[in-house]
């Protein structure tokens, strides 16, 4: 395993399309996955796509703790939340078009934090890396975090999802928004 070189904005390769995994179970994609497993921890991060260590695939990694979620129990706690997962040649679909905002920060944007409006509550599929289908329904962070990420493949990072650009700010300075919410 290792820790990979991260792109940072402005790299074109996080400006291109990615291209489709043909087999997600193949051992050099099994190796991608564990190095971008260990460079998102290394780095603290809650997602990571594979243009941002300049893989130019469709493959993205990403969890969504209980932590960053709302607090509910049962099974709408599962929508909030998701494990560590692995997605090859995702899919969104959207479930509920209305937006609901929240604060994101991308490993490719070091430093920043911007107000995102996202669909609230989507589906999505894609496979692991022993070539099973994944299919779930997500809300609140789980959905936004693989909204973001798959936004990577597209070539898209958060600024250019964002409606107000007053509300992106350096993390340093996000306190001044978080009181007036
Ligand atoms: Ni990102």
């Given at each position: 395993m290792a820790i990979l070189k991260i792109a940072r904005m402005g790299h074109p390769i996080l400006a291109t399309k990615a291209a489709q995994v043909s087999?997600?179970?193949?051992p050099e994609i099994r190796r991608l996955v564990n190095d971008m497993i260990e460079t998102m921890a290394d780095a603290n991060g809650a997602g990571l796509a594979a243009p941002q260590v300049h893989v130019p695939l469709r493959v993205v990694v990403f969890q969504a703790p209980g932590e960053r979620s709302n607090d509910l129990s049962g099974e709408e706690a599962f929508d909030h939340t998701a494990p560590l997962t692995v997605l090859i040649n995702p899919e969104i679909a959207v479930m509920d078009p209305k937006p609901e905002g929240g604060w994101e920060g991308c490993l490719s944007v070091p430093g920043l934090r911007g107000w995102v409006e996202r669909p609230a509550h989507i589906r999505y599929r894609g496979f692991g890396l022993d070539g099973k289908l994944i299919e779930r329904t997500a809300r609140g962070f789980h959905a936004r975090v693989v909204q973001h990420e798959c936004d990577h493949l597209d070539g898209r990072l958060y600024p250019s999802r964002m409606?107000?650009?007053?509300?992106?700010?350096f993390e340093s300075e996000i306190r001044h928004f978080q009181a007036a919410q």
């Open positions: 087999d997600p179970a193949a409606a107000d650009l007053s509300k992106l700010v």
